[in-house]
């Protein structure tokens, strides 16, 4: 895969700042890692059931919210300005010779540790290190997997570009979108 994933979050944060996801109390970024956690979960419950996504049906609900976590983790980069690259962070739980469960739990495992590293405020080339291996997880079970990561993610922005639920009004109100 030749793709330029500094680049790719930069613009998944542009746009995510530009439609008011990161205003109001959204800022903290340990919320994000753990909306992350929760779309794992989702994929794994899509796995266990064997379900189509409800939003993008022709796809597996598994790789919609592996999409979905890519997203977020991306938009995560672009707002720490993270470089991607070559992490020298272990990522055998997301190996193929794994359950599809421990394959899960990698990657909330790399979450988890990326987390640690931005709460302790790591330098930069240390967090850079945990954010390349949360990347390198969420690829490595997708690939495992079969999926297009990229075309998920792709079709999942345009979807969530016209979802009501997703309009900053829509999300202000009572049991929206908000955190």
């Not at 022709?58 to 919609?64: G, L, W």
């Amino acid at each position: 895969m030749n793709i330029d994933f500094d680049k790719l979050s930069k613009s998944i944060h542009a746009n995510n700042v530009k439609v008011g996801w990161w205003d109001g109390g959204q800022t903290c970024i340990f919320q994000k890692i753990q909306m992350a956690s929760t779309e794992i979960a989702e994929a794994t419950e899509g796995a266990r059931k064997n379900l189509m996504d409800d939003k993008l049906p022709h796809r597996k609900m598994e790789e919609v919210e592996l999409a979905d976590v890519f997203i977020r983790v991306l938009d995560l980069g672009g707002r720490m300005n993270l470089s991607y690259a070559e992490s020298w962070i272990e990522t055998e739980w997301c190996d193929s010779s794994n359950s599809l469960g421990m394959q899960h739990l990698g990657i909330n495992k790399a979450l988890i540790q990326f987390a640690e590293h931005a709460y302790r405020d790591s330098p930069a080339p240390t967090l850079n290190a945990y954010y390349s291996a949360a990347i390198s997880c969420i690829l490595k079970v997708v690939s495992n997997r079969g999926y297009d990561i990229m075309a998920a993610m792709h079709e999942k922005i345009e979807f969530n570009a016209t979802r009501a639920d997703h309009k900053l009004e829509n999300r202000a109100k009572e049991n929206g979108k908000g955190f």
